[in-house]
């Protein structure tokens, strides 16, 4: 029976990860308080957001005072912001655009048209498919799409939602 040599590998300690690059990984260069932290003595805590010593509270504290800790966390929350705000601001456009159509009483316009108006496809509150028709709504306002086109622009009754 032949004894079987067991091999050690010496794992290599990884770097000091950054917590930042992990919790939000679109970061790709370490931030200026981060490259503080990283100077600074093992025992010694420093604020991600300004970099000053934090010289008292827990020891797994990382910021020095609230308005610091708001303001990394608002800047980090401002990607999700903007584009909720992205959504908002094309669906207003889009219902805009059918309500003025509905009120000059247009009951039908090409796909085409409608997008050099602005309106968005991509972007409506509710969508449902009957057998050809595809109906959409942009809040209260629905309108079918058959072949291209827009028709039957309608707004729903107040006591219908």
Not at 10 to 21: D, G, M, S, V
Not at 63 to 83: G, L
Not at 84 to 112: F, H, P
Request: proline letters at 2%.
């Amino acid at each position: 029976m032949q004894k079987r040599e067991k091999y050690h590998v010496k794992k290599e300690k990884p770097e000091k990860e950054c917590w930042i690059l992990r919790m939000y990984p679109q970061s790709l260069e370490k931030c200026e308080t981060m490259k503080k932290y990283d100077e600074t003595s093992p025992g010694e805590r420093v604020c991600l957001e300004c970099g000053d010593r934090i010289g008292y509270g827990r020891s797994d504290r990382k910021f020095c005072c609230d308005a610091c800790k708001n303001k990394f966390h608002n800047r980090h929350a401002m990607s999700s912001r903007r584009y909720r705000q992205k959504v908002c601001l094309a669906l207003d456009r889009n219902y805009d655009i059918l309500e003025s159509l509905r009120k000059t009483s247009i009951r039908s316009i090409g796909m085409a048209d409608l997008e050099n108006m602005g309106f968005n496809r991509n972007y409506f509150t509710s969508y449902v498919k009957r057998s050809t028709r595809e109906m959409f709504m942009c809040y209260d306002i629905k309108y079918s799409v058959f072949h291209g086109k827009v028709m039957t622009i309608s707004k729903l009754d107040s006591g219908t939602v």
